[in-house]
Nanobody, 121 residues
Framework: QVQLLESGGGSVQVGGSLSLSCTAS????????MGWYRQAPGNECELVST???????YYADSVKGRFTISQDNAKNTAYLQMNSLKPDDTAVYYC???????????????WGQGTQVTVSS
């Protein structure tokens, strides 16, 4: 059974940090590109960060320098470390996995259930 299990969301004040985890099961983790996109009420989907199967990374301009994506293939887990959080980072964050694509707002093979991140001033 394929599953992407997210954890680590929550509420934090401006300038705080949160770490998201996405643990995969049911597919060959090493073969897939992983990443996060976010959705806030009334806003379009925003691709936040991706890490490809070859280790290359992508960050949206809005999070560059503040967020760090990584993965541990031995644990089938991807991580998103979020520092210097801002109110604009408030959204539901979804983990996603795909082969051959990192445009997770458009398409993915698998999605997580989403985790709420709330940043208050």
């Amino acid at each position: 059974q394929v599953q992407l299990l997210e954890s680590g969301g929550g509420s934090v004040q401006v300038g705080g940090s949160l770490s998201l985890s996405c643990t995969a099961s049911g597919f060959t983790f090493d073969d897939f590109n992983m990443g996060w996109y976010r959705q806030a009420p009334g806003n379009e989907c925003e691709l936040v960060s991706t890490i490809s199967s070859d280790g290359s990374t992508y960050y949206a301009d809005s999070v560059k320098g503040r967020f760090t994506i990584s993965q541990d293939n031995a644990k089938n887990t991807a991580y998103l470390q979020m520092n210097s959080l801002k109110p604009d980072d408030t959204a539901v964050y979804y983990c996603a996995a795909a082969k051959g694509s990192t445009d997770f707002c458009a398409w993915a093979h698998y999605w997580g259930q989403g985790t709420q991140v709330t940043v208050s001033s």
